[in-house]
């Protein structure tokens, strides 16, 4: 297949926003739900903020601009000791709360697309010349959410799935569980090289993309 730099180039301009959004959107979440539970440390640090610039990380934007689906921010700082002084399932609730903000705003876009749908604009309209951006980038970010929800629910660590697996099982075997971290970015690398995260993902991507497209 051909490489297009217009339909590249398209695709940078309708995906930057709703990705930003997405990523701060999901790293507040696990900043809020830690404060929520007793630890100011995301707060301190300032990154219990919305403005993306606080939590953008220059190689998960990359890892977007290759993929043109996956990315990441900058984790927002948790200490784990003061959630537990508050429930013993705290590193979970946090863990979990990123993901789910993903979910959110992939819902809240479709609405949002089916509404633009829904209403009529005549042909050739200065509107519809606004509203066909628009409605790319709600596409998009429905896209890039789903993903987002997707993988960061993987059981690996230190995704957020991995650290969800870890705080549900007996100390011992948690801690056996989180000597997987050191090895976790190598092993998401050959998935991603091998092609194999997309046999991983892309059946629960079509799933949920079924439903809210």
Do not use: C
Request: hydrophobic share 55%; net charge positive.
């Amino acid at each position: 297949m051909d490489f297009n730099i217009n339909e590249y180039l398209r695709f940078l301009t309708l995906a930057i926003v709703p990705f930003m959004l997405a990523i701060t959107v999901h790293e507040f979440s696990h900043g809020m739900s830690a404060y929520l539970l007793g630890d100011d440390t995301a707060k301190k640090a300032g990154r219990l903020t919305l403005n993306p610039f606080a939590h953008v990380d220059i190689m998960g934007l990359l890892f977007l601009i290759i993929t043109r689906l996956f990315g990441w921010a900058k984790p927002v700082p948790v200490n784990y000791g003061r959630l537990y002084k508050k429930t013993k399932y705290g590193p979970a609730i946090v863990a979990v709360a990123g993901p789910l903000s993903n979910l959110v705003l992939a819902i809240l876009s479709s609405i949002a697309l089916k509404m633009l749908y829904s209403m009529q604009f005549e042909q050739g309209s200065t509107l519809l010349k606004v509203m066909l951006p628009v409605a790319g980038m709600l596409r998009l970010s429905i896209n890039i959410n789903v993903a987002l929800f997707i993988f960061n629910l993987l059981p690996l660590p230190p995704l957020d799935g991995g650290r969800i697996v870890e705080n549900l099982l007996p100390y011992d075997k948690a801690v056996a569980y989180a000597k997987l971290e050191r090895y976790g970015f190598l092993i998401l690398l050959v998935l991603f090289i091998s092609g194999g995260i997309n046999y991983i993902l892309m059946p629960f991507m079509t799933f949920f993309l079924n439903i809210l497209l």
